[in-house]
């Protein structure tokens, strides 16, 4: 996959190859077509030709904003940006895609894919070669990568079940080996293809961060039937495996949790509802603590959960200093504003802190509590912390302790039931100003096992990581995890090597927040 027709076949002889070949070893002595064959032997030929695209990219990355990278061993072009998530860059691929489309007068739908994947468009088989040229134009001006996709269709492998929307979702499964789609002759052999899809490699000033792939955007094209009535897609969809041909598009905005913010997008009747699984209620986040790791979480909260309605920040012990408090997706709160009893206060007992959490004004019914050291590693969406029917889930640990240290998914009326149900134990837990054996461990146990014997939660699983900065090794750990990016939770606990924990932490959260203010 991947590779050009003349990697895999032998070269085509033509009529008039034969007289060609005699009048060459005529012309050329036997020692000079030796030397040439020499020079012009697989390795030699394979040098050449790297040395040819590395001169095109570095003649490309002397445009403004583009910088050469390593990916997988490779040099790639990549675009740099001062702001970076998934959901952003996303955003622009299906942007640029559909824009070079319409320029192009090519037709085209946005279609329902997988979460946390790229973008899918179609585009009728018919059309296939002007939209070829008009992606090929694209990929001159923004150099991306190009791809042939098989795979078991858009949408599947994912776990989540949330469709990224009209700008989120492709094929899962390993991605091809890609080749740049700013090269001549490259998309000549690629036009017959079914899918392709577009990479753009993008990155932040430290190059620290790189998205790519699972950003992109894919190209569909969908035949028409023996009838010519409907359009057929290459490969099973989320949503719908064909659309009548003749259909007129529609207009639909792309929702801040579907993928790529709030954007509009032509597509077809047929993908433009939300899915049953669909979650499209509010979501908020709480945190009851300041410590200098709360820029990184609120960093990655920005990076990988975009589609959150609202952050409070519950404390009285101080506002950071680098914190923007005007952001109208923050509210800094206080523990008077939220404690039922305030005689109680102050408090230095976070069980007691937590058993108030439902108490904080304007806070949405279903929200996602994070403890001390809590980071998202990799993009999320809703459905991997709440059901579409309003229910709450739960991550189960495979060690002793049977309930993981993760981002605690909550409902306030629930909490409120708690509140009534174990009366005096969670008055007396409020209470207490340090903390006590008897407490109450409202979010992080309570609630789970009482949500879930009424009905009102269901088990799940993530990628987790737990790292314990005091034991041996915690230095290659953190090494690892920052190579691999591929834990949805990382929890760090226990005092490690002076700053080992906060060099981590800027490496893997290098691109600052919303929430922070300039400088």
């Not at 949330?162 to 091809?176: N, Q, R, V």
């Not at 993908?271 to 669909?278: R, T």
């Not at 904080?360 to 509590?369: D, K």
Request: charged residues 25%; hydrophobic residues 40%.
């Amino acid at each position: 996959m991947g590779q050009t027709a003349t990697d895999q076949r032998p070269p085509r002889v033509g009529p008039g190859t034969a007289s060609v070949v005699a009048a060459y070893r005529r012309a050329l002595p036997r020692a000079v077509r030796r030397h040439l064959a020499v020079l012009t032997a697989p390795h030699h030929a394979d040098r050449l030709r790297a040395a040819i695209r590395a001169r095109r990219e570095q003649a490309a990355t002397e445009a403004p904003g583009h910088v050469v990278i390593t990916v997988d061993g490779r040099p790639r072009i990549a675009h740099l940006q001062r702001t970076l998530s998934p959901v952003q860059a996303r955003r622009v691929g299906v942007l640029k895609v559909t824009r070079a489309l319409r320029n192009a007068g090519v037709p085209h739908f946005a279609v329902r894919g997988r979460a946390c994947g790229p973008s899918v468009v179609a585009v009728p088989a018919d059309q296939r070669r002007r939209a070829c040229r008009a992606l090929a134009r694209l990929c001159r001006v923004q150099p991306a990568y190009v791809t042939v996709v098989a795979g078991e269709g858009a949408g599947a492998g994912s776990g989540a079940g949330h469709g990224a929307g009209l700008a989120g979702g492709g094929a899962a499964g390993a991605y091809p080996r890609l080749v740049p789609g700013y090269e001549p002759g490259v998309w000549q052999q690629l036009e017959k293809a079914d899918v392709l899809r577009l990479t753009w490699y993008r990155t932040e000033p430290g190059l620290r961060l790189v998205i790519g792939a699972d950003s992109g955007c894919e190209v569909e094209f969908w035949h028409e039937d023996a009838t010519g009535d409907r359009l057929l897609a290459p490969r099973p969809g989320r949503v719908a495996d064909s659309v009548p041909a003749g259909a007129t598009a529609v207009k639909m905005t792309d929702r801040g949790s579907w993928g790529c913010g709030r954007l509009t997008l032509r597509t077809r009747e047929e993908f433009a509802h939300p899915l049953p699984e669909d979650v499209t209620y509010a979501i908020d986040a709480v945190f009851t603590w300041t410590d200098p790791e709360l820029r990184y979480a609120l960093r990655s909260l920005a990076t990988y959960a975009p589609w959150l309605r609202r952050i409070y920040l519950l404390t009285d012990d101080g506002e950071p200093s680098w914190l923007d408090t005007a952001h109208p997706g923050l509210k800094v709160v206080g523990h008077r504003e939220v404690f039922a009893d305030p005689t109680v206060l102050p408090t230095s007992n976070p069980r007691a802190v937590e058993s108030q959490l439902h108490h904080i004004e304007g806070l949405a019914e279903h929200f996602l509590y994070f403890g001390d050291r809590l980071f998202l590693g990799t993009e999320t969406v809703p459905e991997q912390f709440f059901l579409a029917n309003g229910l709450t889930r739960f991550f189960v640990s495979p060690v002793q302790e049977p309930l993981r240290h993760a981002p605690h998914p909550l409902r306030r009326s629930v909490l409120c039931e708690i509140e009534r149900e174990f009366g005096d134990r969670h008055v007396a837990t409020a209470a207490h100003r340090d903390p006590r054996r008897d407490d109450l461990a409202i979010p992080s146990s309570l609630y789970r096992h009482y949500a879930a014997h009424t009905g009102r939660a269901a088990a799940a699983t993530l990628r987790y990581a737990d790292v314990d900065l005091a034991a041996p090794g915690a230095d290659a750990v953190l090494r690892g995890l920052l190579a691999a990016r591929n834990r949805t939770v990382i929890r760090a606990r226990g005092t490690g090597a002076p700053g080992l924990l906060g060099a981590f932490l800027e490496a893997y959260f290098p691109v600052p927040s919303a929430y922070e203010l300039p400088g």
